[in-house]
């Protein structure tokens, strides 16, 4: 009885998904609950208008759609997707993913603190005015050397902005790399992550289990196995699970892996956010 805390839809420049859709994908697979996390990436290189979004437009359709997650969707199935019961009622909330850069805390702080959002992911899809996603951000220099920046840029975020839930996809550069995440692993860069996840418990921050690190064929989530059980040996004690799914068949992707990830790390419990406050729910 898991929920998916990270979910993208037409408010995303990346994402034609309906609302709607998404939130029957969900009572398909008989998830608890659900949050959207659309994307808002201010000052987005080479495309700047791509990820930006009515941010009160959102907030009024998804306070709409809530009372629809609530509802019977009897025999309403998804294409793609396995048929299961849509009747039952699913618990939604709101939330949003921010583009971190240092030079737009303050931007993000305004927002922050005149939308009443219930839940606030941030994550780094722009490190030093280029997005590792194009092969740009690598060219000259070497594939670690590419990764240690991303990291670095974190640490960057963390020290000027924190009125954010959870670091979204700690790792999330070894998805594009050249050789993705072959020749990475937690232990290579172990001093570096590990002054992240200090910094992050240290603000009373957590991360999350990202499932489409599986999706984009890496084998493992989003961050690795090896980090979020670091996290949890270090003091770590919030962690979500979000899908990062852009469509419906994405939702709760590969979920059945998530409770074996979590416990083996050391966690009983997984975090939902209502009205930007942690909720502990036992693991399945």
């Known amino acids: 009885?898991?929920?998916?805390?990270?979910?993208?839809?037409?408010?995303?420049?990346?994402?034609?998904?309906?609302?709607?859709?998404?939130?029957?994908?969900?009572?398909?697979?008989?998830?608890?609950?659900?949050?959207?996390?659309?994307?808002?990436?201010?000052?987005?290189?080479?495309?700047?208008?791509?990820?930006?979004?009515?941010?009160?437009?959102?907030?009024?359709?998804?306070?709409?759609?809530?009372?629809?997650?609530?509802?019977?969707?009897?025999?309403?199935?998804?294409?793609?997707?396995?048929?299961?019961?849509?009747?039952?009622?699913?618990?939604?909330?709101?939330?949003?993913?921010?583009?971190?850069?240092?030079?737009?805390?303050?931007?993000?702080?305004?927002?922050?603190?005149?939308?009443?959002?219930?839940?606030?992911?941030?994550?780094?899809?722009?490190?030093?005015?280029?997005?590792?996603?194009?092969?740009?951000?690598?060219?000259n220099k070497a594939e670690d050397e590419a990764y240690a920046e991303y990291f670095s840029s974190i640490l960057e975020n963390i020290a000027v902005f924190d009125d954010f839930d959870v670091y979204g996809h700690l790792d999330y550069v070894v998805r594009y790399g050249p050789n993705k995440n072959k020749f990475y692993s937690y232990e290579k860069f172990a001093d570096i992550i590990d002054e992240i996840l200090r910094a992050l418990i240290a603000k009373g921050k957590g991360i999350e289990l990202n499932t489409a690190g599986f999706k984009y064929g890496l084998g493992h989530p989003n961050p690795t196995e090896a980090v979020i059980k670091r996290y949890r040996e270090l003091g770590g004690e919030i962690i979500t699970i979000g899908s990062d799914a852009h469509a419906p068949e994405h939702v709760g992707y590969d979920f059945a892996k998530v409770p074996g990830i979590l416990t083996d790390a050391g966690f009983r419990y997984f975090t939902v956010y209502k009205n930007r406050k942690p909720q502990f729910l036992r693991l399945p």
Request: glycine share 8%; with cysteine.
């Open 1 to 139: 009885m898991l929920w998916d805390t990270h979910m993208h839809t037409h408010f995303s420049g990346d994402s034609e998904a309906a609302p709607k859709d998404m939130i029957r994908a969900a009572k398909a697979l008989g998830l608890s609950g659900i949050c959207f996390t659309d994307h808002l990436d201010l000052d987005f290189p080479d495309e700047p208008e791509l990820f930006l979004m009515d941010v009160d437009q959102y907030i009024e359709e998804m306070n709409t759609l809530a009372s629809h997650a609530q509802g019977s969707q009897r025999n309403v199935g998804v294409s793609g997707s396995a048929q299961g019961d849509t009747t039952k009622p699913l618990e939604m909330r709101i939330g949003i993913e921010l583009g971190l850069q240092p030079h737009l805390a303050e931007k993000h702080r305004e927002l922050t603190a005149s939308h009443p959002f219930d839940f606030v992911i941030g994550s780094s899809h722009v490190v030093h005015g280029k997005d590792p996603y194009y092969p740009a951000f690598y060219q």
